[in-house]
């Protein structure tokens, strides 16, 4: 399946003050932050998102966008794996209020500050291992999470996804030429595998993934 563009008006931050502070990080901060505990969420913006807070409507347009294009409505189950605080899941809720949802969260941090109303449908676990039974989720979403495993991590994960859901969107780093590619290595401090827009093509293929992927290309 081609590259989709689900996520057109996903928010984008302004990178190019941040890349040179990150160019200093040492390999002890990049272990840091991949603990994925305070200091990647709510600490320095140099080890990660420098404060990780719910802005209401910040996600409103790409979730309007989800609901479109996998026609959701209040019968529908969405699946948000790497759902950080749950403000996705939220987002979702508001506009669909029916909706059966559930996230899984890799970072206990997160799950012990996630949204109130949101963190009874909050798991902790990782993505190359779902607890969920097959076929459970109409949609499963997983953003900015693949790519953070080892490569027979990413392939696992691909899999579950596809097993627990009948639609899936992920959106993971790519790049397509040697400036993006230390652009990105230069950005993203937790991510373990970073490939070109044809090795990815490669391991979709290896693991018949045929459903709906995007890039975050820097």
């Keep these: 399946m081609p590259e989709a563009n689900i996520l057109a008006r996903y928010p984008k931050s302004n990178r190019s003050a941040m890349l040179q502070v990150r160019e200093q990080v040492s390999q002890t901060e990049r272990d840091l932050a991949r603990e994925f505990d305070y ?11 420098g404060g990780y807070k719910y802005i209401p409507g910040f996600w409103s347009d790409p979730v309007d966008d989800m609901i479109s294009f996998y026609s959701l409505d209040n019968s529908s189950s969405v699946l948000d794996v790497g759902c950080g ?5 939220f987002e ?16 206990r941090y997160c799950v012990n500050n996630s949204l109130p109303i949101i963190k009874p449908h909050i798991d902790l676990g990782c993505c190359s291992s779902l607890p969920y039974d097959s076929n459970t989720f109409d949609l499963a ?3 900015a999470t693949v790519h953070n495993l080892d490569l027979s991590g990413v392939k696992r994960s691909l899999r579950e996804l596809m097993r627990v859901s009948k639609r899936t969107l992920i959106k993971v780093n790519g790049y397509r030429t040697e400036e993006e590619r230390a652009k990105l290595e230069q950005w993203n401090l937790v991510a373990n595998t970073i490939l070109s ?8 293929d290896e693991v018949c993934y045929d459903r709906e992927w995007e890039f975050f290309v820097p």
């Design 85 to 89: 605080k749950g403000f996705t899941l």
């Design 39 to 49: 200091e990647y969420f709510d600490g320095s913006r140099k080890l990660g998102l």
């Design 92 to 107: 979702f809720c508001q506009k669909l209020p029916g909706l059966r949802i559930r996230g899984l969260e890799i970072s």
């Design 197 to 204: 827009v044809s090795e990815w093509e490669s391991v979709f």
């Design 141 to 143: 979403i997983s953003l």
